[in-house]
Structure formats: structure tokens, C-alpha cells
């Protein structure tokens, strides 16, 4: 497995560097959860807006081992909670979602007053990209 090099990080990019729907699985006591959540990519990691009592919040809670696929991708990492949406060390990225979610980030459903409205981080430790059919088996670590 070999570090993300650029022409992969390009590709990354230019695939998931804006709204995209992907698969998220979390496991708690043995038994496997996915779901389809709306992410963007940014520098190694996948970026989620959601609620920090929703059940996926929660098993992340417990194990924070998750994976994820998306269009001709597959990786593992780290499920992270950076917490309040709205919270000062959260700006930059917060900015970068408003961006990537243009289309339905303001459209009623969430709750920006609300403090459980929160960023989920997915740092991707290794995956699986397939472009042009070539595979690159990617390592995030550095």
C-alpha cells in the first residue's frame, strides 16, 4: 500500500471533492449498520453534517471504526465527532460544507441553533480507488 500521491489525491478531488452520497458502516457488538449519508472530501477525510444523538453518532461513540464506499471507492477510518456545527474551531470546515451543500444545506432541515447539529469527520486510514482502470491501494496515514 502506498501514501496518497497527488495524481490520487487529484482524483479524489475531483470525484468527492463536492456533494456526494456514500455509504457509511459502523459496528457496535459484532453486527454491522450502514447507511447513505451526503459528504464531501477534503486533505484525507470525508465530512458529514448530522445530529449528534442520531443512532450512527452513537455506535461511533462505541467503536469509531468505521468504512465507507462511494463511486469506485472503498476505505476504512476513523469516525470522528468535532462537535458543534457552530463552534469556533469548526469554522474553516463548516465554510467548506456551506459550499459543498449549497443546494439543501439551508433548506429547513437542519438546525443550526441547535448545539447536537454537529460535523462528523471520517479520517480514512486505507482504501481502494479504481480510476480508468487502474487500482491504487491508498494509505492516508502519514
Known sequence: MEK???DEEKIMIERFGKDNIIALATTVDNKPYV???NSFYDKGSFYVLTYGRSNKMKQIQQNPLVAIAGDWFTANGKGINLGYFGKKENLDIAEKMKV???EWINNGH???EDENTCILQIELTDG???SHGTRYDIDFTE
Open 4 to 6: 496518497l500521491s497527488t
Open 35 to 37: 447507511r447513505s449519508v
Open 110 to 112: 437542519n438546525n443550526f
Open 128 to 130: 481502494v480507488l479504481f
Open 100 to 102: 459543498a451543500f449549497s
